[in-house]
């Protein structure tokens, strides 16, 4: 496998490239869809909803966790995942960032 070179980018570059990664699925869009209007849930909850098995689900479910979109925290045997607000927030004024700075060279010609 070859050597990523992450080092070479800026921090705020990465971690917009691995929320990217992580939203880029539409599995784990449909499940961040689903939270958004349950608020909450636990991961057999949405297995009901998505017509995948189990362990797909929770294996999209560990990517959206390690990149720290949702928050899963123990209630009895079971995991209630959630939205990380505070990402969410942080990933927005990215895209608006990037956006605002799109539309502002929008006035060059280019291509």
Request: hydrophobic share 40%; aromatic share 4%; with cysteine.
């Amino acid at each position: 496998m070859g050597i990523t070179k992450t080092d070479s980018f800026t921090t705020n570059q990465n971690e917009l490239a691995t929320l990217f990664k992580a939203l880029a699925h539409p599995a784990r869009i449909a499940i961040i869809e689903f939270l958004l209007k349950n608020e909450k849930c636990i991961c057999g909850d949405i297995v009901d909803e998505l017509p995948l098995a189990q362990a797909t689900i929770s294996q999209h479910l560990k990517e959206l966790k390690n990149a720290n979109l949702i928050i899963g925290t123990i209630e009895g045997t079971a995991i209630c995942y959630c939205l990380n607000q505070e990402v969410f927030s942080e990933l927005n004024n990215k895209i608006n960032l990037i956006t605002n700075q799109l539309i502002t060279k929008n006035n060059s010609k280019c291509c």
